[in-house]
């Protein structure tokens, strides 16, 4: 009895709900959405007073304040999470930070080439650790090494020390 009482009563409620816009809060711009950040001040907004190495998986990707300051391409903030203790290798497709910024081909080699001195000057590197099973150089290589733009940032990634 219960049931056609109270379920219809639910269903009206949460119907009111959606037209009523329901709860965006899912859509915006925090630490576990960091994707809907518009800008690098959102970002850091984001994940003020979060640790700098915090994780967040969706999917394959493995969201970071790290990455998701890649993200948006806010280089000045990356740069302040790794002199905070963020892990360079960590964050990206598969957790692979430095094989996302070498084979996304998001931005120009130029741009790219920034953040891959960046992350090298940072401590990552191509051959270590090895990240599901494969390091860095292997996925790239298996993966994209038919790409000029892969081989010439791997390239810059060799001369940076990584």
Known sequence: MWVKTILPALLAV???SILQGGDARALECDERNPDYCDTCEDVRRAYSGQDVN??????????????SAYFRDCPELAQSYLSRGARPQVG???GDMLATVISW???????????VRMLINAGARLDEPPITQ???????MQEYGHRQDVLQLISIAEQAGG
Request: charged letters at 30%.
């Open 54 to 67: 915090l994780v967040h998986v969706r999917g394959r990707s493995v969201w970071t304040p790290l990455y």
């Open 14 to 16: 949460f119907a009111v």
């Open 134 to 140: 494969r390091t860095t150089r292997e996925r790239l």
């Open 92 to 94: 990206g497709m598969e």
């Open 105 to 115: 081909d998001r931005w120009e080699i130029p741009q790219r080439e920034q953040w």
